[in-house]
Structure formats: C-alpha cells, structure tokens
C-alpha cells in the first residue's frame, strides 16, 4: 500500500504553546488528507477533512482557530496546534486518499503531551 | 447519514481456531465498507474493503469478510488465528455528502489470541 509519513511521532510541549505536525504521502498524490483523534483505547474521531488547495471542512464541535489545518500541495498536509492546553494530549493520526472510491492510507500517529 | 457498528468490545480466541469480528452497517444506498488493524501506537493498516462484486472479499494476513445485504452485515474472519493476529480492528464505511466524502469507524473490537 501507500506510505503515508508523520512528523514528530512524539512530542511534548508546555501549555501555551503551539505545536505543528506535519503528514506527508510519500508516494501518491493525495488529494483529500484526514485529521482524526485517538483517545486511549477509543475509536477514532475525525477532526477534519482537507483538500489540496482548499479551506479544511470540520466536524461538529472541532474548534477551527484552535486546530489549523493546511493542505498546500498534493503531498503534505499540516495541523497546528494553537495555544496547547494538557486536555489537547491525545494520539493525532492523519491518512491521505486519492481519488476515486479507495482506502485510506494512514500515518504512524503523534503521541502529544502537553504539560 | 452512514454508520457502524462493532458491538464487541473485545473478542478472544485461541490461536488455531478460526475467528470472527462483527460489523454491522447502516446506509442509503451501496456502501463501501472497509477493515482496518490497528498494532499498539501505531497508525491503521487496512486490510480489505468492498465496493462491489463478490459478497466475499479475501485481503491481507489471511484476513476475509462476507458482505450480507440482507443483514446489513460486514464480518471479518480468519479460518486460523495467530498470536500475531492480537490488535485492535476496525470497521468502517465511506460516506458521501455534496461531492466530498469522509470514513466513519466503528467502535474498534480488541482482539486476543491466546497461546
């Protein structure tokens, strides 16, 4: 399948801060990027769907100014996060799609804490 | 609007045996439905889908699942279960909205195998 990267796949950060992690497909272009969270030992919650060139569409109860989304190419995706409080601590997955009705290739994770 | 569900939280087997992790989807229209596994802090790995064709859909590691219409059923299967196989699944189906889409997961089912 499609190499999807992730970058940091850890990072820690003092509340206040703000953090970027970055996705990046590796080997295909993705034009639709996902943004999802993982609560421990929980499913899946989508934050938000991007696409290339495209304002980020996000699910109820995402705060947009809080989570940034960016998709500036066909390759890489990035989600910030703004003014990072211990609550934003989470497992942040991303994937990348590519046209037509196909699977979803996802990244590693990134395990961020915010102390 | 799509969903699924995986109405175990947890399924065991013993290594040899065959086993079976439930889904069950609800759609307007044919769905697209796919098996994802999850390995410890890691991202998703997907295993199968079905889009169309053969109610019987043969993937990766072994892995198998029979599309029932009539019981708006999913079901991955494996005929002999791995230790290996120990990881938490899950299941989940395309849903389309004004030309965007996005996945919806199901609840993820841990599996166990046992020595």
């Known amino acids: 399948g499609a190499v999807v990267s992730q970058h940091p796949s850890r990072v820690i950060c003092k509340s206040g801060t703000s953090v970027k992690i970055e996705c990046r497909s590796l080997?295909?272009?993705?034009?639709?990027m996902f943004w999802y969270r993982q609560f421990p030992k929980k499913s899946l919650m989508l934050m938000a769907t991007?696409?290339?060139?495209?304002?980020?569409?996000?699910e109820q109860g995402v705060e947009k100014d809080k989570f940034l989304i960016n998709h500036a190419s066909l390759t890489l995706s990035t989600l910030t996060v703004t003014s990072a409080h211990p609550e934003d601590s989470s497992f942040y997955i991303c994937?990348?799609?590519?046209?037509?009705?196909?699977?979803?290739?996802f990244g590693p994770g990134t395990r961020l804490t915010v102390t | 609007a799509q969903s699924v569900a995986q109405p175990e939280d947890q399924v065991n087997v013993a290594e040899g045996n065959p086993l079976t992790v439930k889904c069950t989807y609800s759609?307007?229209?044919?769905?697209?439905l796919f098996w994802y596994v999850q390995y410890p802090n890691r991202g998703l790995q997907f295993l199968l889908k079905?889009?169309?064709?053969?109610?019987l859909v043969k993937g990766s590691y072994g892995f198998e699942a029979e599309f029932n219409k009539s019981q708006t059923s999913f079901h991955l299967k494996k005929p002999s279960a791995l230790v290996s196989d120990s990881a938490l699944y899950f299941c989940?189906?395309?849903?389309?909205?004004?030309?965007?889409?996005?996945?919806?997961f199901g609840t993820g089912t841990r599996l166990k195998v046992l020595a």
């Open positions: 994937s990348a799609a590519g046209q037509g009705v196909g699977e979803q290739y």
């Open positions: 080997d295909f272009q993705a034009t639709t």
């Open positions: 991007s696409n290339e060139g495209s304002k980020a569409t996000y």
């Open positions: 759609v307007s229209g044919n769905p697209y």
């Open positions: 079905y889009i169309t064709g053969d109610n």
């Open positions: 989940a189906v395309r849903q389309s909205t004004s030309g965007t889409y996005k996945y919806i």
